[in-house]
């Protein structure tokens, strides 16, 4: 059974930070590239950030460039989403997911999908 688990999330001040895992059972992925997504409260799901198969490339939504950094361990079957200086418009439920293509951000490009982790930011 492939199972996608993320963790890391919680409530922060601005300004601060915070680290989100997604961790792989069931199945290996480091033959695709794997996204994250954010949803809040009212509004679509939305791209936040994606790294390729090799972890060398990744790419991000402008809203968060430079402040939030994706990573992936393969040895591990995991992810990371490195959030800095959050603010409050961050503030929403954060899933990863199994892509099928690298650089596709529409959700329905994705397959496998955690159950999502909230983060909830502060101001």
């Known amino acids: 059974q492939v199972q996608l688990v993320e963790s890391g999330g919680g409530l922060v001040q601005a300004g601060g930070s915070l680290r989100l895992s997604c961790a792989a059972s069931?199945?290996?992925?480091?033959?695709?590239?794997m996204g994250w997504f954010r949803q809040a409260p009212g509004k679509e799901r939305e791209f936040v950030a994606a790294?390729?198969?090799?972890?060398?490339?990744?790419v991000y939504t402008d809203s968060v460039k430079g402040r939030f950094t994706t990573s992936r361990d393969k040895a591990k079957n995991t992810v990371y989403l490195q959030m800095n200086s959050l603010k409050p418009e961050d503030t929403a439920v954060y899933y990863c997911?199994?892509?099928?293509?690298?650089?596709?951000?529409?959700?329905?490009?994705?397959?496998?999908w955690g159950q999502g982790t909230q983060v909830t930011v502060s101001s």
């Open positions: 790294i390729d198969m090799s972890g060398g490339n990744t």
């Open positions: 069931g199945r290996t992925f480091s033959n695709h590239p």
């Open positions: 997911a199994v892509g099928s293509m690298w650089q596709r951000f529409p959700p329905t490009d994705y397959t496998y």
